[in-house]
T-cell receptor, first 111, second 113 residues
Framework: GESVGLHLPTLSVQEGDNSIINCAYS??????FIWYKQESGKGPQFIID?????DKRQGQRVTVLLNKTVKHLSLQIAATQPGDSAVYFC??????????FGTGTRLLVSP | DAGVTQSPTHLIKTRGQHVTLRCSPI?????VSWYQQVLGQGPQFIFQ???????GRGNFPDRFSARQFPNYSSELNVNALLLGDSALYLC????????????FGPGTRLTVL
């Protein structure tokens, strides 16, 4: 089928901790994946992407890991800050620019 | 440069009415995609337009339609509104060097009473 799921609906961390958000995808043919951050009442904001020919990509405080063997993505956020509190979605590209999203993980950061 | 723009921000309609939502892609890009996001769920793909032609359609009824204009802006139309059409409607366009990367607008919050 075409679904992108997330293992944990809510993740609570302390400020300064590292956060790991996980995602499973079902389409082994997908070759491009994006992580988005969505704050309440706003549109999804691009965080980082990765292609299937890579297994790791790093950005500013964020790292995405891709395990094609088990069809698993993860987003790691270093030194999590209260401003990181939001819902995080992974999405896979299927066809020409069509994104398939999961239901999201809510990240709560306590000061 | 402006990002993806959408209007209106909020809209309240009653069942049976129709609605038109508008979107402009990031300047210089010819593709627009529409998504519906029901509260508590991820966005669901509705349509994708490129150079004024429909390139993809999600699993939505014929009450949903869209079009793209010569300036690449787009309209999403929904007829015979149902309560279940209440959602955040998102528009996305490419914006970087890769056309695979989709950037979203702020969305239009539609409430059907």
């Amino acid at each position: 089928g075409e679904s992108v799921g997330l293992h944990l609906p809510t993740l609570s961390v302390q400020e300064g901790d590292n956060s790991i958000i996980n995602c499973a995808y079902s389409n082994s043919a997908s070759d491009y994946f994006i992580w988005y951050k969505q704050e309440s009442g706003k549109g999804p904001q691009f965080i980082i992407d990765i292609r299937s020919n890579m297994d790791k990509r790093q950005g500013q405080r964020v790292t995405v890991l891709l395990n094609k063997t088990v069809k698993h993505l993860s987003l790691q956020i270093a030194a999590t800050q209260p401003g990181d509190s939001a819902v995080y979605f992974c999405a896979e590209t299927q066809g020409f620019q069509k994104l398939v999203f999961g239901t999201g993980t809510r990240l709560l950061v306590s000061p | 440069d402006a990002g993806v723009t959408q209007s209106p921000t909020h809209l309240i309609k009653t069942r049976g009415q129709h609605v038109t939502l508008r979107c402009s892609p990031i300047s210089g890009h010819k593709s627009v995609s529409w998504y519906q996001q029901v509260l508590g769920q991820g966005p669901q793909f509705i349509f994708q337009y490129y150079e004024k032609e429909e390139r993809g359609r999600g699993n939505f009824p014929d009450r949903f339609s869209a079009r793209q204009f010569p300036n690449y802006s787009s309209e999403l139309n929904v007829n015979a509104l149902l309560l279940g059409d209440s959602a955040l409607y998102l528009c996305a366009s490419p914006g970087g060097r890769s056309t695979d990367t989709q950037y979203f607008g702020p969305g239009t919050r539609l409430t059907v009473l």
